[in-house]
C-alpha cells in the first residue's frame, strides 16, 4: 500500500475495514465462518414448499469426477456446546466421533446405541451446477454456483444413472448435451424438507451453442478443495473439541481399524455416564457405484 491510498482510507473507511477484519476473526475463533456466496440454496416459503430448476455440470477443468463426498457431525451436548466439524472419515483418516460411536454401539446398552445414532456422520455431496430457473431469487438465473445436497437427492441421480425398468433410458445427469434439467420440488414434510416429487426433465443440451456451453463450464468451481486436507482439523484438535462438548475425559487411547471404519475392542473410556445429546436428521451411508460409473465412462 503506498501513501497515497493510506490516505484515502482514513477515517470511516479505515474503521470499516478494520471492523469488517475484526468480525471475520471473531467467526473464526468461534469456529463459524461466513456463508460461501459460492454456493446456492434453494428458497422455500413460510409453509416450507419451494420450486427451482437445476442442471447438474460436468466435472471442472482438471478434475475427473462431478461431485465431492463429505461427511460431518452436528450435535449439542450436555454443555449446551454444539460439535459441528467435518469428519476426517472423508480423508481416509481416523475420527474421534466415529470412534466413540463405536464404543457406544458396541456396549450392547440401548440408550447408547441411541445416542450413536443420534451422532452419527451425516453425508454430503458438493457439485457444481447452473440455475436454469428461481423464482424466489431471479438474480440467480444462468449463474454457475456450487451446491450441496444429500441422500434423497443422490437417490435422484442414482436413479436417472441406473433406471429400474427396461423401458427407461438411462442419463448421465452431469452431461451438457445429453442430460436433464433437473426440477427441485421441496415440500415440507414432519418438518423436514422432503425432496421425493423432485424429477429429472427429458434430456436436452444445456444449450445448443457449444461455445455458451464452454463459457459456462469455465465458470465451474474446484469440488478438490473440499477434501484436501487443509480443510480438517487434526485428531487431536477434533478430540479436544469433542471432550470439551461432552465435558469428559479419555482415559485410553483408542485402536483404530480404517478398513471397518470402527475401533478394535480396546476402546476409549468416558467419565460422563450422563451424556445426552440432540442432533438434525442425519442421511445415511449410500453406496457410489453410480458415481464410479461415471468416473470410468
Known amino acids: 500500500m503506498d501513501f497515497s491510498k493510506l490516505k484515502s482510507m482514513s477515517g470511516k473507511k479505515s474503521m470499516e475495514a478494520l471492523n469488517a477484519e475484526l468480525s471475520k476473526m471473531a467467526n473464526q475463533d468461534s469456529g463459524k465462518k461466513g456463508a460461501d456466496e459460492r454456493f446456492w440454496t434453494p428458497t422455500v416459503d413460510k409453509s416450507g414448499n419451494g420450486y427451482a430448476i437445476i442442471r447438474f455440470l460436468p466435472p471442472p477443468s482438471e478434475e475427473d469426477v462431478p461431485f465431492v ?13 454444539w460439535y459441528i466439524e467435518n469428519s476426517l472419515t472423508t480423508i481416509g483418516k481416523p475420527d474421534p466421533v466415529s470412534e ?37 431469487k431471479p438474480e440467480n438465473e444462468g449463474k454457475v454456483f456450487l451446491y450441496k445436497y444429500g441422500k434423497k437427492i443422490f437417490e435422484k441421480l442414482n436413479e436417472a444413472m441406473n433406471p429400474q425398468f427396461a423401458d427407461e433410458e438411462s442419463v448421465n445427469p452431469f452431461d451438457l448435451w445429453n442430460g ?12 423436514y424438507r422432503n425432496y421425493d416429487r423432485s424429477e ?64 478394535e475392542t480396546k476402546q476409549p473410556e468416558f467419565s460422563n455416564t450422563n451424556y445426552q445429546v440432540t442432533s438434525n436428521n442425519d442421511d445415511d451411508d449410500e453406496s457410489l457405484e453410480f458415481f464410479q460409473k461415471l468416473a470410468n465412462s
Open 69 to 81: 463426498r463429505l461427511y460431518d457431525h452436528g450435535f449439542q451436548g450436555p454443555t449446551g456446546l
Open 100 to 136: 466413540y460411536n463405536s464404543k457406544l454401539w458396541n456396549s450392547g446398552v440401548e440408550s447408547d446405541k441411541e445416542i450413536a445414532r443420534k451422532q452419527k456422520r451425516r453425508l454430503h455431496f458438493i457439485s457444481n451446477i447452473y440455475v436454469v430457473a428461481d423464482s424466489a
Open 200 to 263: 429429472f426433465d427429458s434430456p436436452s443440451a444445456l444449450s445448443e451453442d457449444d461455445s455458451e456451453l464452454e463459457r459456462i463450464w469455465k465458470l465451474e468451481n474446484s469440488l478438490q478443495e473440499f477434501v484436501n486436507e487443509s480443510n480438517f482439523k487434526s485428531y487431536e484438535q477434533l478430540k479436544d473439541r469433542l471432550m470439551r462438548v461432552l465435558n469428559m475425559e479419555q482415559k485410553q487411547e483408542p485402536v483404530y481399524r480404517p478398513e471397518m471404519d470402527i475401533p
Open 180 to 191: 436433464a434439467n433437473f426440477k427441485l420440488k421441496i415440500r415440507n414434510v414432519e418438518g
